[in-house]
Nanobody
Framework: QVQLVESGGGLVQTGGSLRLSCAASGRTFNSNAMGWFRQAPGKEREFVAV????????YYADSVKGRFTISRDNAKNTVYLQMNSLNAEDTAVYYC???????????????????WGKGTLVTVSS
């Protein structure tokens, strides 16, 4: 059974940083694109960032560009989201996702993702 388990969420002050991790089990995702999405209270889930299978290509939502960095360590079957300069608008449950293929797709709401974690809560306080 495929599992994506997020960790690293928590409470942080405005301007602070957090690093989220997503560990995959049940199968390896070394040859698959992966991504991060988030859902704020009362809002729909939205795209944050994606990365292709090798880590050589990434894409970000405009709202996080320049502040967040997605990366991966294929030897550890893990993808990361480094979040800097956090603000209240970043408060959300963050979900890890994985694709069945090597590349993400810019069309569609899910950017080609097929597997989803259960999420980790990030709360940014002022």
């Amino acid at each position: 059974q495929v599992q994506l388990v997020e960790s690293g969420g928590g409470l942080v002050q405005t301007g602070g940083s957090l690093r989220l991790s997503c560990a995959a089990s049940g199968r390896t995702f070394n040859s698959n694109a992966m991504g991060w999405f988030r859902q704020a209270p009362g809002k729909e889930r939205e795209f944050v960032a994606v990365i292709n299978w090798s880590g050589g290509s990434t894409y970000y939502a405009d709202s996080v560009k320049g502040r967040f960095t997605i990366s991966r360590d294929n030897a550890k079957n893990t993808v990361y989201l480094q979040m800097n300069s956090l603000n209240a608008e970043d408060t959300a449950v963050y979900y890890c996702a994985a694709s069945s293929g090597r590349y993400y797709y810019l069309g569609g709401a899910n950017y080609g993702m097929d597997y989803w974690g259960k999420g980790t809560l990030v709360t940014v306080s002022s």
